[in-house]
């Protein structure tokens, strides 16, 4: 019954450290999404995991960004040497089945990260 | 590559009111549409889902339709409440089923 867990809920960290970021989906959703939210901005879409399948990394922004799944369940983003740039809401989601299969994504809360 | 738009950005109306809410997309070919609210500080949580072959979904007081051909989507709310308050936002599959586009959102604001 639980939906998506993200943690933290908050993370301050001074510029050019290395954040951990993570989500836990829901039991049995085989498809795992991340997004970044800043103020302003729409939904941007950073990685995308899909059972045993290669990831879609397409929307990583940097090599300074980096994803894993570990289980099929559980997911890790990892911000390597943070910039200011680097400061918004980490929306992590996970859905049943695939979106072109009709299966709603379900949101975590997100992670608020401020780099300073 | 698929744009989503919506508009307003922002609307304020009084307890009561019926209103519309409007997305477009610039491919036609889409799998399906979702809308989405979110409130502040939190996530998004899933309001409906249309898929290709559908016109509308219905949940409660809230109607979606899908009109592929000219690539817009609305959102109906009916008798509008203070809690319907929120950034509603709609939402489309990329061509390769990899991730969501989604509009910007409309912020919606109903006062009693």
């Known amino acids: 019954g639980a939906g998506v867990s993200q943690s933290p809920s908050n993370k301050v960290t001074e510029k050019g450290k290395d954040v951990e970021l993570r989500c836990d989906p829901i039991s049995g959703h085989t498809a795992l999404y991340w997004y970044r939210q800043s103020l302003g901005q729409g939904l941007e879409f950073l990685i995308y995991?899909?059972?045993?399948?290669?990831?879609?990394k397409s929307g990583l922004p940097s090599d300074r960004f980096s994803a894993e799944r570990t289980g099929g369940s559980v997911s890790t983003l990892t911000i390597q040497r943070t910039q200011q740039e680097d400061s918004a809401v980490y929306l992590c989601?996970?859905?049943?089945?695939?979106?072109?299969?009709?299966?709603?994504?379900?949101f975590g809360n997100g992670t608020r990260l401020t780099v300073t | 590559k698929q744009e989503v738009t919506q508009i307003p950005a922002a609307l304020s109306v009084p307890e009561g009111e019926n209103l519309v809410l409007n997305c477009s997309f610039t491919d036609s070919a889409i799998y399906n549409l979702q809308w989405f609210r979110q409130d502040p500080g939190k996530g998004l949580t899933s309001l409906l889902l249309?898929?290709?072959?559908?016109r509308e979904q219905t949940s409660g007081r809230l109607n979606a339709s899908l009109d592929k051909s000219s690539g817009r989507s609305t959102l109906y709310i009916a008798a509008s409440q203070p809690g319907d308050s929120a950034t509603y936002l709609c939402a489309t599959p990329n061509q390769a089923g990899t991730a969501l586009i989604f509009g910007k959102g409309t912020t919606l604001s109903v006062s009693s």
């Open positions: 989601a996970s859905s049943l089945d695939g979106i072109i299969n009709n299966s709603p994504l379900h």
């Open positions: 995991f899909q059972g045993n399948s290669a990831p879609d």
């Open positions: 249309i898929q290709s072959s559908q």
